[in-house]
């Protein structure tokens, strides 16, 4: 399956050429965020680390080693065609439950939640993974009828089931189809707030957090103070006061909060438009699949792109307070194994569409083709 890609090579790596086989951009995006996040993680993390390790390097000696697996996970995904992912999507999908399955039984919790399965001393979160999964399987969905998805974690479920809607929505599914999902969702919702207290503390947390600032709402307001201090332009980098022990997950679920106090309102946006170009990305090579009429290509990368701008979208929302916490890392910025390994996979995967995309055209583009 590598032929093409070896006997093309050139056409990959030369910079000058006005034929090359992969989207450059989308490139340049994925490194540029992978230092963005390297950056905030080296400066967010050095407090945790003497905390809880009592080793400043801890976390950033890791997100070293995440960074430098990330690179080859890239470069061998890229390199699978997408058919197989359309092949396999089933097995792929089951194998994620079932990983969800085992997290109830043996798996680590953090804060109240259990979301982690601890391996040779690595934690793997397999919500990450059921999220790639579950958007791969639907975008099987016009040759298997629609089955419910399950998830553990109500932050993931809240997730998978708005890139649900949206790949249901691109599909073209009836009326009745969003509202009985919707139904379903509300009602989903609702029991795991009401019957979890842990679930219920957060939700009453987030309508008021400044009423109990010394307990439930000490990080989200710690977080709000992070994002005024930074005002416009920032404090500076190193110069955060509220990683200093003030803000827990400091260098994870709310690495942008740290973000904002040191880089300011220039960085955040910075960030932001980055990760909108990612989305515009996976939009723009979900058309071209679809104008080829590759449809599982098209889907594929139409979910990939809700999923990013929609996880970016809801951590920087709970950040600021725009919504109860949730658990959710911001990805390719926030300290995390298992989302930098799998952000690098679904990076690969549009690397590889946009590839056979451009290789469909030169194809369709050839004398023997117009005849």
């Known amino acids: 399956m590598f032929d093409k890609l070896i006997s093309n090579k050139e056409k990959w790596f030369n910079l000058t050429s006005k034929t090359s086989l992969y989207d450059r ?31 400043p390097l801890h976390f950033i000696s890791r997100d070293v080693l995440y960074i430098l697996l990330s690179i080859p996970t890239l470069l061998f995904f890229v390199q699978i065609p997408s058919s197989k992912w359309e092949k396999y999507n089933v097995p792929l999908f089951l194998l994620s439950l079932v990983l969800l399955l085992v997290v109830l039984f043996i798996g680590h919790s953090v ?26 399987y639907f975008a099987g969905f016009y040759v298997r009828k629609f089955e419910e998805m399950r998830n553990r974690t109500l932050g993931s479920t809240a997730v998978i089931f708005v890139l649900t809607f949206g790949m249901l929505f691109i599909i073209g599914a009836k009326l009745m189809q969003f ?34 600032a010394y307990g439930d709402g000490f990080q989200l307001t710690n977080a709000q103070m992070a994002f005024g ?26 690495i942008m909060a740290i973000a904002g106090e040191e880089l300011g309102m220039i ?56 919504l109860p916490t949730k658990g959710l890392t911001f990805p390719l910025i926030s300290y995390g194994g298992s989302s930098l390994i799998v952000t690098s996979i679904v990076v690969a995967i549009l690397l590889r569409i946009d590839y056979e995309n451009r ?8 004398p023997r083709n117009k005849e």
Not at 187 to 202: D, M
Not at 297 to 317: D, E, Y
Request: charged share 15%.
């Open 179 to 212: 509202l009985v999902l919707s139904a379903v969702g509300g009602v989903v919702f609702f029991i795991f707030v009401r019957f979890s207290e842990y679930r219920l503390k957060r939700v009453q947390t987030f309508l008021d957090p400044w009423a109990d």
């Open 25 to 55: 951009t989308l490139i340049w995006i994925f490194f540029a965020l992978l230092t963005i996040g390297f950056v905030m993680v080296t400066s967010a993390s050095i407090p945790a680390g003497i905390k809880l390790h009592n080793n």
């Open 229 to 254: 201090q930074g005002e416009l332009f920032g404090k500076g980098l190193g110069n955060s006061v509220q990683k200093l022990g003030y803000l827990p997950e400091a260098h994870t679920d709310f």
């Open 111 to 136: 804060n109240g939640s259990t979301r982690w399965i601890r391996v040779a001393g690595i934690n793997f979160q397999p919500a990450e993974l059921a999220k790639l999964t579950i958007i791969c």
């Open 359 to 366: 290789l469909a055209k030169i194809e369709y583009a050839t």
């Open 267 to 322: 960085g955040i946006l910075g960030i932001i438009t980055l990760f909108v170009l990612l989305s515009l990305k996976a939009f723009k090579i979900s058309k071209e699949s679809l104008l080829l009429e590759e449809r599982f290509k098209g889907f594929f990368s139409f979910g990939i792109g809700v999923w990013i701008f929609l996880q970016s979208f809801v951590n920087l929302s709970v950040a600021t307070g725009l």
